[in-house]
T-cell receptor, first 113, second 116 residues
Framework: GDSVTQMEGPVTLSEEAFLTINCTYT??????LFWYVQYPGEGLQLLLK?????DKGSNKGFEATYRKETTSFHLEKGSVQVSDSAVYFC????????????FGKGTKLTVNP | SQTIHQWPATLVQPVGSPLSLECTVE??????LYWYRQAAGRGLQLLFY??????ISSEVPQNLSASRPQDRQFILSSKKLLLSDSGFYLC???????????????FGQGTRLTVV
């Protein structure tokens, strides 16, 4: 079945450091790819998404590019802030009509001032 | 605008007791509905999803069941809780497009269940 593998962390960075969280996937067909973020004590919210190969999703300074050749969707940000501290989840949707999501295990990011 | 309500926020239940978690969505019709569980160290696992009233698909065989008695209501239940049922339960919804266009899922605030 479909699966998502992401760097588990935890990741600790200083403010203004560069962030990369790796994510690779296994899927039949042509999935849509997502990054969700979970702030402490809250539910998940969509950070960005890409629906086809070579698409770049971006939001709040975060970016990820859908790479079909390497089956990857790595999350990057050039300069992290303390407020970016959260758990980040990579996910895919197989587009089968139910739009159900398959998630990676999540990466906890802590940004220190 | 659409909103999703999930309650209670926290719950402590003894082993062997029943469970009922409720989720309702407002401001949309005919949504896809989902129950996920987040257990420590295990990421987010899809438990059930529903594409219509009375239509429930189970992803993982377990001690839990789900029902969708109304279009925008999704209920997660158990007759007898196990210690392993502890976790953070999240309800979510998405627009049913049927086209596989990468529709966003919207999540509730979650229920922290501790089975003691």
């Amino acid at each position: 079945g479909d699966s998502v593998t992401q760097m588990e962390g935890p990741v600790t960075l200083s403010e203004e450091a560069f962030l990369t969280i790796n994510c690779t996937y296994t899927a039949t067909g042509y999935p849509s790819l997502f990054w969700y973020v979970q702030y402490p004590g809250e539910g998940l919210q969509l950070l960005l998404k890409a629906t086809k190969a070579d698409d770049k999703g971006s939001n709040k300074g975060f970016e990820a590019t859908y790479r079909k050749e390497t089956t990857s969707f790595h999350l990057e940000k050039g300069s992290v802030q303390v407020s970016d501290s959260a758990v980040y989840f990579c996910a895919l949707s197989d587009g089968g009509g139910s739009e159900k999501l398959v998630f990676g295990k999540g990466t906890k990011l802590t940004v220190n001032p | 605008s659409q909103t999703i309500h999930q309650w209670p926020a926290t719950l402590v239940q003894p082993v062997g007791s029943p469970l009922s978690l409720e989720c309702t969505v407002e401001g949309t019709s005919n949504p896809n509905l989902y129950w996920y569980r987040q257990a420590a160290g295990r990421g987010l696992q899809l438990l059930f999803y529903s594409v219509g009233i009375g239509q429930i698909s189970s992803e993982v065989p377990q001690n839990l069941s789900a029902s969708r008695p109304q279009d925008r209501q999704f209920i997660l239940s158990s007759k007898k809780l196990l210690l392993s049922d502890s976790g953070f339960y999240l309800c979510a919804w998405s627009v049913r497009t049927g086209a596989g266009t990468g529709t966003e899922a919207f999540f509730g605030q979650g229920t922290r269940l501790t089975v003691v």
